[in-house]
Structure formats: C-alpha cells, structure tokens
C-alpha cells in the first residue's frame, strides 16, 4: 500500500505550467494567484474583500521599465541615451505586451467573470496587456528586480536576438510622417526658422511642428539634414511619451 502511495504522480499544477512558461518559480503563489485575477472574476466569483489584479499593474509597469532600461544600458554601452529611449519605449509599448502575452498564450490563465468571458475577454488586447503588468508586479513582489529581470529575459528573448534595429533612426522623417499619419491623420509641416553662419558654412534651424504644435526643433549644414534632426527629435519625445508632444 505505502509502495503504490509512493508511486502515485502528483496531480499537475496549472501554475506549474505558467510558471515555466514565465521562466520564474514564486516563492509565494500568493502574488502569481492574485496577478491571474481580472476584476470581472473579483466581482462576480470572489468573496468580498478578494484583490484583483489591477494593482499589481501599477508596480509592474514600473518594474518593467526600469528593468528593460537596466538591460539595454549594461547590453549596449555604445547606444546613446536617445536610442536607449527609443528601444525602451519599443519593449514596453502596449503592443509589445500584447504580443508577449500572445504569444506565450498567457491570457488562458486569466480567471474572468462569466460575461467578460463570452465577450471574449480572454483575447482582448486590453486585459493581455495588463496581465503582463499584473504578472511582473507579482514577481516584483515575489522576488525583487532580479525575478522581474528573469522573465522579461525569458518571455522578450526573441525581441533581444533581433538585435534592437533602430527602425526610424536611418529615416527619421519618414518614421515621423507615417507616425502622425497614423496617430492624427495629418501631416508633420516643416519651417526654416533661421539660418545661421558665414555663406560658406551656413547652418539652417527647422521646426516641425503638426496641427500648430510644435513638436521638435533641428539644425544642418543643409534644410534637409536639419528636417531630418528636428524629426528626429521629435520621434524621441513623442516614443518617450512627452505629453505636451502627445495632446494635440
């Protein structure tokens, strides 16, 4: 009897399979239990009093930023601090944890009301998104910075082994243009605002600015490198989320 007790496989943890997939053991699944509940599942299932997972969001939203700046600033001393900003935006952005979670099929962990859950809440980009927070913030919590580091390196790996490409940075207006395009349906204005310098070594100033807002400033020996610096620098403030960049 003691021999087939021994034999007997233990029955299988669904959170042992989530935590694989993170590349993170907690300590407490107290945290990863908590990170797993959205507030229609609180409202409609748990007893009064249960926490939901939307302040966990806050915490790991922070955690992840400044662990993605960490391993971008130890991973490439060559990069300035305006890429540094660009590709920390790039690994942070909503859509890039959206993608994380899909791709990692985290959202069958999610424990939803019954409504969100025949309205397809299980894929709605939203809730994926702040799962993915929820989750870094439980392990923030769990483990400190160093199990936070340990999943974005497990569950980002395919985004670091495609070298970080710069994107716009060859192209800066035409990263700036299809961005505005997309965000107000309108087109970045540029406007030679000085010219500076002897004949022989002018120097032009530009400002771009889109729907009367200026948005960044630039300066080169021709108009055009002085366009491509005032995009540039306008791409930097508005992937850094520079909110007088951003109302418009």
Do not use: C
């Not at 669904?14 to 239990?33: A, Q, V």
């Not at 709605?124 to 993915?132: G, Q, T």
């Not at 060859?170 to 310098?197: M, S």
């Not at 002897?198 to 490198?225: C, D, I, K, N, W």
């Amino acid at each position: 009897m003691i021999g087939r007790w021994l034999r007997r496989k233990r029955k299988a943890d669904p959170l042992d399979e989530l935590e694989k997939r993170l590349g993170y053991r907690f300590r407490d699944r107290h945290w990863l239990e908590k990170a797993l509940i959205h507030p229609s599942h609180r409202y409609e299932v748990e007893p009064p009093g249960k926490e939901d997972n939307q302040r966990l969001e806050f915490i790991g939203d922070a955690a992840l930023g400044l662990t993605v700046a960490e391993i971008l600033f130890r991973r490439h001393p060559e990069w300035d601090e305006g890429r540094l900003t660009r590709e920390r935006s790039r690994w942070t952005k909503g859509a890039m944890l959206v993608a994380i979670a899909r791709r990692h099929d985290l959202g069958r962990w999610l424990r939803l009301g019954r409504g969100e859950e025949n309205s397809g809440g299980r894929s709605r980009d939203s809730n994926l998104e702040d799962l993915v927070e929820s989750l870094l913030g439980a392990a923030y919590l769990d483990g400190g910075l160093k199990a936070v580091s340990a999943i974005v390196q497990n569950l980002w790996a395919s985004e670091s082994d495609a070298g970080e490409p710069e994107g716009w940075s060859e192209n800066p207006k035409g990263g700036l243009q299809e961005l505005v395009q997309k965000r107000w349906r309108d087109q970045p204005r540029y406007e030679i605002i000085a010219v500076e310098g002897p004949s022989h070594a002018r120097e032009f100033v530009v400002r771009v600015s889109v729907q009367e807002r200026t948005l960044g400033h630039g300066r080169g020996r021709s108009r055009r490198a002085a366009e491509q610096d005032a995009a540039r620098q306008a791409l930097e403030r508005l992937e850094a989320g520079d909110t007088a960049a951003e109302t418009l």
